[in-house]
């Protein structure tokens, strides 16, 4: 069955730390992966995305994600965290061929920043 | 553009009240999808259109729930007979054919 994995429900970090949010997924196919970033009264907003090529992926806000086949894993790093970094991340996976491809979900990380 | 924008943001409704939801997509977005996200969970797919016809319905979407989208623009989802158990935000999402998902900000039924 298809499915993501997001194994850490909460992470608090301290502001400059380095982060990582693991992601699992399990999947037949060639997946197409994604995080998203969900602020407080906010909307999903894309953070990354890997389709194919370079394994290690470039997002928005200083993040990158890295996919390994092998761990079937797309983890999420960010070097030096930031107060406004705080808010829940989500992975995602898509499933299906083409254009009809939907995205599964995973739980969500909820990421609090110390100052 | 502004976005993809959905009305009310939140409803407050008593259980047996009928609501309805609006999305605006991106204009040029011609996939429109509905998510039902609960506290703690991530997104779960309702259903999803291409321009007017509603190309999948998840198993979730029970008969009291229903989706158009009738000039392939804006789309509406409307639950009848509500249950506490709707209780959720509703997100809606456009793309176009082939692109990345686009939220709005979501609509929260509060269901009493």
């Known amino acids: 069955a298809q499915s993501v994995t997001q194994p850490d429900i909460h992470i608090t970090v301290s502001e400059g730390a380095s982060l990582e949010l693991r992601c699992n997924y399990s999947y037949g196919a060639t997946p197409y992966l994604f995080w998203y970033v969900q602020s407080p009264g906010q909307g999903l907003q894309l953070l990354l995305k890997y389709f194919s090529g370079d394994t290690l992926v470039q997002g928005t806000k200083g993040f990158e994600a890295e996919f390994k086949r092998s761990q079937s894993s797309f983890n999420l790093r960010k070097p030096s965290v930031h107060w406004s970094d705080a808010a829940e991340y989500f992975c995602a996976v898509g499933v299906g061929a083409g254009n009809n491809r939907k995205l599964i979900w995973g739980l969500g990380t909820s990421l609090a920043v110390n100052p | 553009d502004t976005g993809v924008s959905q009305n009310p943001r939140h409803k407050i409704t008593k259980r047996g009240q009928n609501v309805t939801f609006r999305c605006d997509p991106i204009?040029?977005?011609?996939?429109l999808y509905w998510y039902r996200q609960t506290l703690g969970q991530g997104p779960e797919f309702l259903t999803y259109?291409?321009?007017?016809?509603?190309?999948?319905k998840s198993r979730l979407l029970s008969d009291r729930f229903s989706a158009e989208r009738p000039k392939g623009s804006f789309s509406t989802l409307e639950i009848q007979r509500t249950e506490q158990g709707d209780s959720a935000m509703y997100l809606c999402?456009?793309?176009?054919?082939?692109?990345?998902?686009?939220f709005g900000e979501g609509s929260r039924l509060t269901v009493l």
């Open positions: 999402a456009s793309r176009e054919l082939i692109g990345e998902l686009f």
């Open positions: 259109f291409q321009n007017e016809a509603q190309l999948e």
């Open positions: 204009s040029e977005h011609n996939r």
